[in-house]
């Protein structure tokens, strides 16, 4: 891998809804790595997590987007353009579709937790550098998850990344920044109508820049 081209950060998730945690770790990480850009891709699905109380895809892109505002953030849903189901086949045909661009995976601590759970997870750890942000509770199943063992022969710290000439995968960078609390699930119990106040026309895709409307779809690890 060179340094021609730009290097983004890839944030997958549900976005349900987004909040300022996901700003800030994204800002975070972009100054961290030296990142030029941040894309969140907003699954269209998450057969890992529950489909009750999953708002309708555009609502999901109008929160994260307005949590972007001002920031170097792009907001996507390209995984159901892309027709992929697994984060393995995204990352891959992200590649593809975008060749001269330098992929970096972003990913909580929770998510490594359970990446033993996904598809062909050492194949993905294989196609880009992993930049995995502690998140409070998570810390200590992260550290034992089979993931872990594996991945740890392969740690990085961020300055290299970010300094180097040429680098490659695997490659797992731990980032630690000041907790923040804010999740999903309390904005949803807090505010249960949150959707419904972001109906409207279908949003545009910041990175294919084609409308985001709401039909079924799935995603999974």
């Known amino acids: 891998m060179n340094r021609s081209g730009p290097l983004t950060g890839l944030l997958g ?65 390209i995984e159901r353009q892309l027709g992929t189901r697994y984060t393995i086949d995204t990352l891959r045909a992200l590649k593809r579709r975008y060749p001269k661009r330098r992929f970096v995976w ?21 196609e880009m550098p992993i930049a995995v942000i502690a998140r409070p509770g998570y810390d200590g199943k992260a550290l034992a998850s089979p993931a872990m063992a594996w991945l740890r022969r392969y740690r990085l710290p961020a ?12 490659a797992l960078i731990e980032l630690r920044f000041d907790p923040d609390p804010r999740s999903a699930t309390a904005m949803r119990q807090a505010d249960p109508d949150w959707a419904r106040r972001l109906a409207g026309p279908p949003p545009r895709d910041a990175v294919t820049h084609s409308l985001i409307s709401d039909f079924a779809g799935s995603h999974a690890g």
């Open 13 to 77: 998730g549900s976005f349900n809804p987004a909040h300022g945690a996901h700003r800030r770790i994204s800002l975070a990480a972009l100054e961290a790595l030296g990142l030029d850009e941040v894309w969140w891709l907003v699954s269209p699905g998450n057969p890992l997590k529950p489909q009750a109380g999953m708002a309708p895809l555009a609502a999901r892109v109008r929160s994260a987007r307005a949590q972007a505002h001002r920031a170097p953030i792009r907001v996507s849903a």
């Open 106 to 126: 972003l990913m909580g601590a929770d998510n490594l937790a359970q990446l033993h759970l996904w598809r062909d997870w050492r194949g993905l750890a294989r």
């Open 159 to 170: 300055t290299c990344l970010k300094n180097r000439l040429e680098w490659s995968a695997p």
